[in-house]
């Protein structure tokens, strides 16, 4: 895709298609762009929340405490934790809401990662379950957190192969409650191919 930007004239060029500049199509365009470039250069690695890194857009964070205050979940079932900034994120939601806690699973935690999550001042509120997300055994340590009655959403930021993804769903979709969701991230990995950092599944 080809981009040309006029300020002047208040046009984007978008392959050869004059667009008004400050019109929706435009705005997609360019947000589009910006992505994949903020993608490319690790943009969202800049961030933390709390104190603790979190490899998150902060655009993409306010949409998501919007579902959280919506649902008001009694667990929130994470899968990928890395630095720990999205367990701590979504427990700073529950405290923030007097309810719910975080259920985080990751392949590896490494020491030093699960040293910061359990001295920061919201741990009670996360439990940590090392092993594949998909794995059978760590599948039923996850179900075992969840009391009947609970409320659960579910957020899906492990790896994000369409393989995986696909097994995850499969594997908590069940512990979805009713009016609450999965949510599956990054789904903007299809449109990164192309960058340099990019690479087909």
Known sequence: MKLEIDTEAGVLIRDGECLPLYGDASFRA?????????????????????????????????RYQEVVARLKPDVIVETGIAHGGSAIFSASLCRLLGKGRVVAVDIELRPHNRRAI??????????LIEGSSTDAATIAAVTA???????????????H??????????AYAPLVTS???????DGIMRDLTDAPRGAAD
């Open 30 to 62: 360019l947000s589009a762009l910006w992505v994949k470039v903020g993608w490319n250069q690790k943009y969202s690695y800049t961030f933390s929340w709390l104190g603790v890194p979190i490899i998150q857009l902060p655009e993409d964070m306010i």
């Open 118 to 127: 359990e001295a920061h001042p919201l741990a009670d509120l996360v439990t």
């Open 145 to 159: 957190q969840i009391r009947p009655g609970e409320s659960v959403l579910v957020v899906l930021d492990s790896n």
């Open 161 to 170: 192969s369409y393989a995986h993804v696909s097994a995850e769903l499969g």
């Open 179 to 185: 009016g609450s969701y999965i949510v599956a991230t």
